[in-house]
């Protein structure tokens, strides 16, 4: 970056300790209140009529809040960001703080499957139109941008973990005038700057590697003080989807130690993927870290990646047969987790997701934790080889 901050810099995330913590605690205090008082009258006029910032009421402007925003901004070498309740609240208050009935929005396929389900029904029934493209095919992205007015990316993508080019995407859409919009949630903010790549505004679910430690549910949007300020004056308020002090406070917790934490998740994720391609009951894995060359702009990958299995290896008996990973949702945190595609597919409310979202009956997605890697492909090893007996 230009100002020589470097993400992985540890003591840097210390930067937004705040000068009137009157303890000199070196954890900020949680301001968990839901409203501020005034001095007098006169202070909270001058408020009123915007001649001060100053905290007011919690769904507005909180300082713990503020704090972790602040943070983010750093990290993403934005000049604002905004917290939100939850990734998908971050989502929804973006894209809807720039769209309109009768507006079209590009988005690239194998999309986070909520967002999927938003576009493809609230914003449905608001008359916005989605169409989706290959994020890695630019003549097509090229034919889809004239005439939209939200490019929507995430790279690499949910499930298959396609990674786009993203710098030029970027540009295509600012060539054609369109406002571009990346899910970062994958690659942290420490692995892809997409700020510094061209792209406007930066999503994160920050329920997954930003937290770390799964006990947390929030979200983040990072861009220009512009972007931010339209998304600060309408989205944020009337939708109320506010980010509470106590998860704020997690989350600066956690991006404490998000540079060790992501050089671990990458160290081992390269790791296992390399002996799973190798071995022989596994079809493909789905994994940018096993490609040649990452995509430009791409500087590390994390721990959440797919594989195929071959033909006939049990995958109940796999998902079965593990200790330390886990059968759950979600990812990024501390723990080992598996998803098996096949119990995806058979979730009532998504007849489609074989196509929306490419899952493969025979594909599992796992996330590779902080535990050792020698445990871990122990583990995975050992219910391999009890699924593939069958
Ligand atoms: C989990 C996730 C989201 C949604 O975030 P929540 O915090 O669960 O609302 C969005 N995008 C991606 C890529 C995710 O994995």
Redesign the pocket.
């Given at each position: 970056m230009t100002d020589g901050f470097d993400p992985f810099d540890h003591a840097s995330l210390t930067v937004a300790h705040d000068e009137s913590n009157a303890y000199d605690a070196v954890v900020p205090p949680i301001v968990q209140t839901s409203l501020f008082t005034f001095t007098d009258y006169d202070d909270m006029v001058s408020t009123y009529k915007g001649e001060k910032v100053r905290p007011v009421y919690t769904r507005g402007l909180n300082p713990t809040v503020r704090m972790f925003e602040e943070m983010l901004a750093r990290l993403e070498g934005a000049e604002d960001a905004i917290g939100?309740?939850?990734?998908?609240?971050?989502?929804s208050s973006t894209v809807l703080s720039f769209v309109e009935p009768g507006d079209r929005i590009v988005a690239v396929k194998h999309?986070?499957p909520?967002?999927f389900r938003l576009f493809g029904t609230f914003f449905k029934r608001m008359g916005i139109d989605v169409s989706y493209v290959d994020g890695r095919d630019e003549e097509e992205v090229a034919r889809a941008l004239p005439g939209a007015k939200l490019f929507y990316m995430?790279s690499p993508?949910?499930w298959v973990m396609e990674a786009h080019d993203v710098a030029s995407l970027a540009a295509l859409a600012k060539s054609h005038g369109v406002l571009t919009t990346i899910?970062n949630?994958?690659a942290s903010p420490l692995f892809q700057q997409p700020i510094s790549l061209g792209v406007d505004l930066v999503?994160?679910?920050?329920?997954?590697y930003l937290g770390g430690h799964s006990d947390v549910?929030?979200?983040v949007v990072a861009g220009s003080k512009d972007l931010i300020g339209r998304i600060r004056g309408e989205a944020y308020p009337y939708l109320g989807g506010k980010l509470s002090p106590f998860d704020a406070w997690l989350l600066i917790r956690g991006l404490r130690t998000l540079p060790l934490r992501m050089k671990a998740h990458e160290r081992s994720a390269l790791e296992i993927t390399k002996r799973l391609h190798a071995h022989e009951a596994v079809e493909t894995v789905c994994y940018p870290g096993l490609a040649n060359q990452l995509p430009p702009g791409l500087k590390g990958t994390s721990g959440?990646f797919s594989f195929i299995f071959e033909q006939g290896v049990d995958v109940r008996a796999f998902a079965d047969h593990l200790s330390l990973f886990k059968l759950g949702?979600?990812?990024?945190g501390h723990e080992s987790l598996i998803v098996p595609g096949q119990v995806v597919l058979s979730q009532k409310a998504q007849p489609n997701s074989a196509e929306a979202f490419g899952i493969s009956p025979r594909s599992v997605r796992l996330h590779v934790g902080l535990e050792g890697t020698e445990a871990l492909w122990s583990d995975l090893e050992a219910a391999i080889s009890v699924a593939s007996k069958g």
């Open positions: 939100f309740a939850s990734g998908m609240s971050a989502i999309l986070y909520d967002a995430e993508t949910s899910d949630s994958w999503i994160h679910s920050a329920s997954k549910v929030a979200g959440l949702v979600s990812w990024g």
